[in-house]
């Protein structure tokens, strides 16, 4: 199936492998045929390797590590909240995924000899059928470098796998990059409704 930038290929180990090439920031993208469940990998034009998985409860130790470095901005833009310790309610949350419910994959890199998670994007879905809440974070150290458009990307052509068709957000007014981000998924998006200082965002794609 050719998606322009993207190509996606079903194997029998990995539930989708996705190949995708973004000209300016990243150099090569190759598709990684997983033994175990890898999602793809994407070389980043000045830096390491990073390679997408799904989420999976042992991640705790990373998943908290990663929010206990991020900036406060970084954090209120993806929880509304500069919170920097996790609840153990909303950790099992994060890393407890029903996958008829939704979808979480993680980004992962090798740094001095341990895996680091430096990005994540989900998607819950929500009553109305065909329909998913989506949110994406990439760590400071990475944020400019083209993963935040790479992972709604991939993100989406995961929902829309899975039979979503209708994405919604809650950005706040603030938070610039995810406002660009989702006006380039989608130019006319079917609503953006401001409430005080969130967007929330409605975006249709048949
Ligand atoms: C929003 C976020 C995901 C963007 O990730 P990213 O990896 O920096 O995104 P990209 O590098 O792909 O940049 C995408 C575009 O947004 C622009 N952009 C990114 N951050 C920006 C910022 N703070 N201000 C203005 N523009 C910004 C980039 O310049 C780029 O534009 P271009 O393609 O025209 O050059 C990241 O900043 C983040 O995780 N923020 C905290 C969590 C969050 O807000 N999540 C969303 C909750 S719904």
Redesign the pocket.
């Given at each position: 199936m050719d998606l322009g930038q993207f190509r996606i290929v079903s194997v029998p180990c990995a539930d989708v492998v996705y190949i995708y090439s973004m000209e300016d920031?990243v150099t090569k993208t190759e598709h990684l045929v997983a033994a175990e469940d890898w999602i793809s990998e994407l070389q980043l034009a000045d830096g390491p390797v990073v390679r997408f998985r799904h989420v999976r409860p042992e991640d705790e130790p990373l998943v908290t590590e990663a929010i206990r470095t991020?900036s406060r901005?970084?954090?209120l833009?993806?929880f509304f909240s500069p919170i920097r310790k996790v609840s153990p309610d909303l950790l099992r949350k994060l890393l407890t995924i029903d996958r008829s419910q939704g979808a979480c994959f993680v980004g992962v890199i090798s740094e001095n000899g341990k895996e680091r998670i430096i990005?994540g994007a989900r998607y819950v879905r929500l009553e109305k059928p065909g329909s998913a809440e989506?949110?994406?974070?990439?760590?400071d150290d990475?944020?400019?470098?083209?993963?935040?458009?790479?992972?709604?990307k991939m993100l989406v052509e995961l929902a829309r796998a899975d039979g979503i068709r209708c994405f919604e957000?809650?950005?706040?007014t603030s938070?610039?990059?995810?406002l660009?981000?989702l006006h380039?998924l989608h130019p006319t998006p079917s609503g953006w409704h401001r409430a005080g200082d969130v967007y929330h965002v409605t975006i249709k794609m048949d």
């Open positions: 920031r991020s901005e970084t954090l833009h993806r990005c989506i949110a994406i974070t990439v760590h990475f944020q400019r470098r083209g993963l935040g458009s790479y992972l709604l957000a809650d950005v706040m938070n610039s990059g995810m660009k981000l380039k």
